[in-house]
């Protein structure tokens, strides 16, 4: 059982790591900080719940209550830090913060919070601070307070900017308890209704995209990105940059603020934390790789997610690691040889399997194909299994990976100087190969293919079926 002083001590923390830097104290519109927060609080404390041995995070931000805002930024004319400080903010704005904090009163509230005017933004470190937690801020929220600038009624919520920008995807997904109001600050939804009970939750999932499930409770975590990548590919941001910054809470991963760094370097580091999860859902996307410095497994930006094939991806974590020769993953190699192709504009061409005669493959693509090209699919929701002293790998009836191919290492795609044979006597005890067999190129994918699914037969999709571990290879995509 926790003593007092243990309760205060998570209190603390609490308080003083998982809330917003700086709320705005409704009874007189002033700032106050965390310290002026836990002394606020600090004083209920003690009479709070004694049965538990630690205060859970539900139950602290249950207690330690604020409002926070979801709303559509006006072009001009919000009101900022300094304008509030110096208590100079005024217009369309401004009225809209005053209608958001008289709506936080009527439902108990002592303290609100807008990302319009309690982030100094002129100060870098709070403003990093302020993004990285954006997230943990909406999801410990006593309320959130939505409005919708375009809407009158639920069917106007098809339309409205809201649903189509970048930050207020986690805006949506985070908060425990979110109430809705349209243009007129009128609520959408009766008050003795759960929002997550009513038409709304239909329409907001006609025009987000997001199962009702998910809008229900969302768990964030780097985990169905093919699916959630989709959630925000239509969404438009400011800042380019922030494509990334605005996903990092979704996915639950953390990247420095870099503004000027440019939208694809931003979301390549994003992809990059989120491929160390290991989840093989990130590889699931199809067209042009991004502009990555070593690597052609990194998409471009969400709308690469879009159209992706649905594959289940459910064999556990993929060991995924970024390096200067490029992404370092282990797959299974199942040797494919090239059946037929046709070119005409692109390239259309059938694989088919010498180890599994009923398989066919078929792809297009703007690549160029050659006999002499070695191919194969590299499986990804595979499972490592120990068997006895050593593992072996179970293949799953229903299997998804990416099409390799490599050339020759000396055809005349090959980057390597020429092979030249040394004399005997130019060398004395150098252990030199006088001849060797045929070798390759490194792997590579099949550009903008992205992950194709093989259904191997007679197996269920959900069984697996056993192969020696010596099919497994290191590739660098």
């Given at each position: 059982m926790q003593t007092s002083e243990d309760r205060l001590n998570e209190f603390d923390r609490y308080v003083m790591n998982d809330i917003p830097i700086r709320l705005i104290r409704l009874a007189d519109m002033k700032f106050v900080g965390r310290n002026d927060m836990k002394n606020h609080f600090q004083k209920f404390v003690l009479q709070w719940d004694t049965s538990y041995s630690w205060y859970p995070r539900p139950y602290l931000a249950h207690k330690v209550k604020y409002a926070i805002l979801s709303h559509r930024w006006l072009d001009v004319g919000e009101p900022?830090?300094?304008?509030?400080?110096?208590?100079?903010?005024?217009?369309?704005?401004?009225?809209?913060?005053?209608?958001?904090?008289a709506k936080a009163r009527e439902h108990g509230m002592e303290f609100a919070w807008s990302d319009t005017c309690c982030i100094d933004r002129n100060s870098s470190t709070e403003l990093d601070e302020s993004i990285r937690s954006m997230f943990r801020w909406y999801r410990n929220s006593y309320i959130c307070i939505v409005h919708l600038a375009q809407s009158m009624i639920i069917e106007d919520i098809l339309h409205d900017e809201w649903t189509m920008?970048?930050?207020t995807l986690q805006e949506l997904l985070a908060p425990c308890f979110i109430k809705f109001f349209n243009k007129n600050w009128i609520s959408m939804v009766d008050d003795d209704k759960p929002w997550q009970e009513t038409r709304l939750m239909e329409v907001l999932g006609r025009a987000t995209g997001i199962p009702q499930d998910d809008l229900r409770r969302f768990y964030p975590s780097p985990s169905k990105v093919d699916e959630r990548?989709?959630?925000?590919?239509?969404?438009?941001?400011?800042?380019?940059?922030?494509?990334?910054?605005?996903?990092?809470?979704?996915?639950?991963?953390?990247?420095?603020?870099?503004?000027g760094e440019g939208g694809d370097r931003a979301f390549c580091r994003l992809i990059e934390a989120i491929m160390q999860a290991g989840d093989p859902s990130v590889l699931n996307w199809k067209g042009e790789a991004a502009?990555?410095?070593?690597?052609?497994?990194?998409?471009?930006?969400?709308?690469?997610f879009v159209g992706h094939r649905e594959l289940k991806l459910t064999s556990g974590r993929l060991e995924m690691t970024m390096t200067s020769l490029g992404l370092r993953v282990p797959l299974v190699?199942?040797?494919?040889?090239?059946?037929?192709?046709?070119?005409?504009?692109?390239?259309?061409?059938?694989?088919?399997?010498?180890l599994c005669p009923t398989i066919k493959i078929d792809i297009e693509t703007n690549n160029y194909?050659?006999?002499?090209?070695?191919?194969a699919l590299g499986i990804v929701n595979y499972s490592l299994i120990s068997h006895g002293s050593c593992e072996i790998l179970g293949i799953r009836g229903k299997s998804a990976g990416f099409i390799l191919f490599r050339v020759p290492r000396y055809s005349l795609r090959s980057t390597l100087p020429p092979l030249c044979e040394p004399r005997p006597?130019?060398?004395?005890?150098?252990?030199?190969?006088?001849?060797?067999?045929?070798?390759?190129?490194?792997?590579?994918?099949?550009?903008?293919?992205?992950?194709?699914?093989?259904?191997?037969?007679?197996i269920p999709s959900e069984s697996v079926f056993d192969i020696s571990h010596k099919y497994l290879e290191i590739v660098y995509l």
């Open positions: 900022t830090y300094e304008e509030m400080k110096a208590g100079t903010a005024a217009g369309p704005g401004y009225e809209k913060l005053m209608n958001f904090c920008r970048g930050w990548m989709t959630w925000a590919a239509r969404r438009k941001t400011t800042r380019v940059e922030d494509v990334a910054y605005s996903l990092m809470g979704v996915f639950d991963v953390s990247l420095q603020i870099a503004y502009k990555h410095h070593t690597s052609h497994a990194i998409p471009r930006s969400p709308q690469s190699i199942i040797p494919l040889s090239l059946h037929s192709f046709t070119y005409d504009y692109v390239s259309c061409v059938t694989l088919d399997c010498p194909y050659s006999s002499t090209y070695q191919y006597t130019d060398f004395v005890g150098l252990g030199n190969v006088s001849s060797r067999k045929q070798h390759f190129e490194p792997w590579m994918p099949v550009r903008q293919e992205g992950l194709v699914e093989v259904n191997f037969p007679n």
